[in-house]
Nanobody, 115 residues
């Protein structure tokens, strides 16, 4: 089994920054893809970014140039650095790990961008 535990998030003013972390534990394959998604009220879950074990990245159009995904393979941890945050970034953020035919999700963390 695999467990994903998220940390970070909270309330930030427009233009501010936040960093999310997600630590994976359990039976982790050396080859996997980790990523971040978000879901705002009344909207579908949206891809933010993914990163492979070899650190190849992919970003959703709405966050390109503002958010950066990274990972520490030794710690099985993925990070999301969020800069220039906008009210439209307000959502519950979820980390994700895909390995083999299985997908796992973190518990979710609220990010609120507001004055």
């Amino acid at each position: 089994q695999v467990q994903l535990v998220q940390s970070g998030g909270g309330l930030v003013q427009p233009g501010g920054s936040l960093r999310l972390s997600c630590a994976a534990s359990g039976s982790i394959f050396s080859l996997n893809v980790m990523g971040w998604y978000r879901q705002a009220p009344g909207k579908q879950r949206e891809l933010i970014a993914t990163i492979t074990s070899s650190r190849s990245t992919n970003y959703g159009d709405s966050v390109k140039g503002r958010f950066t995904i990274s990972r520490d393979n030794a710690k099985n941890t993925v990070y999301l650095q969020m800069n220039s945050l906008e009210p439209e970034d307000t959502a519950v953020y979820y980390c994700n790990l895909v390995q083999g035919i299985s997908a796992y999700w973190g518990q979710g963390t609220q990010v609120t961008v507001s004055t």
